[in-house]
């Protein structure tokens, strides 16, 4: 069987590993999936190794692969938002995202910016809270702490979520993660609350795909099919968002 080389964001891993068999099972073409934080894909990528479609949780990477010749022009296949989440068993009564942060007594977790762009988001995230205010979230700083993304994963590890670890082993009391991956957590860990961080300060992300250039012809049928609609309907299982004007 052809095979093609798929790299994935790690936040997209399961949703896009699931698209990846049902493209298996229905065309032939053996997919051999890579997963991991975006931003270091993107290096990797750019160091050599072997990869036909990308898809990342940012369009940055993308975008910088096909402005060096590297890729095709990338498109958005989805959305998703950024999310507060609150372990299980803290004692708090607030509702509001943002109250908690102001809250001295909690330790903030999140990925690690440069290397994902879950840890961007939320450092973006942070820096619009400084700017609008910057008296109230002066000791913000050194309560948030990047806890993975630093590393890419075995890829002979099965998949797991190193933010739904972070909690279980007691490194943060809250996470700045995307809604997806808060899905997840919430699952696994009763009790945990999720709170959507304003739309104004975190806007929603996107979801960005592309193929090599000089990827085989199975690539860029894979990567047509991303942007088709049984992709859409596993993303949206998945918990991820459409983007405007895409066909249901």
């Not at 998949?159 to 007691?170: D, F, K, T, V």
């Not at 299982?237 to 004007?245: I, K, M, N, S, T």
């Amino acid at each position: 069987m052809p095979q093609i080389t798929f790299a994935v964001a790690g936040s997209l891993a399961a949703a896009l590993t699931d698209f990846a068999r049902a493209f298996t099972a229905r065309t032939g073409d053996a997919v051999d999936i890579r997963h991991g934080p975006a931003g270091l894909l993107t290096a990797a990528i750019r160091e050599g190794l072997p990869v036909d479609v990308f898809v990342s949780a940012s369009p940055d990477g993308p975008e910088a692969l096909h402005r060096e010749g590297l890729f095709n022009p990338p498109c958005t296949i989805a959305r998703n938002r950024m999310v507060l989440v609150v372990r299980p068993g803290l004692y708090a009564s607030a509702e509001d995202p943002l109250a908690l942060l102001t809250d001295p007594r909690w330790r903030i977790g999140m990925s690690t910016p440069r290397a994902d762009p879950g840890g961007d988001y939320a450092a973006a995230f942070l820096e619009r809270l400084k700017t609008e205010d910057p008296r109230r979230w002066q000791d913000l700083g050194p309560r948030c702490v990047s806890l993975y993304g630093a590393v890419l994963p075995d890829p002979h590890e099965p998949l797991r979520s190193p933010a739904l670890a972070a909690l279980i082993e007691g490194q943060a009391d809250m996470l700045i993660v995307y809604a997806t991956t808060a899905d997840r957590i919430a699952q696994a860990l009763p009790g945990t609350r999720v709170l959507p961080l304003p739309l104004e300060l975190a806007p929603l992300t996107e979801i960005c795909a592309c193929v090599r250039c000089d990827g085989p012809k199975p690539a860029h049928r894979f990567f047509e099919a991303l942007q088709g609609a049984d992709c859409r309907l596993i993303l949206r299982q998945h918990g991820f968002l459409a983007v405007p004007g895409q066909p249901g």
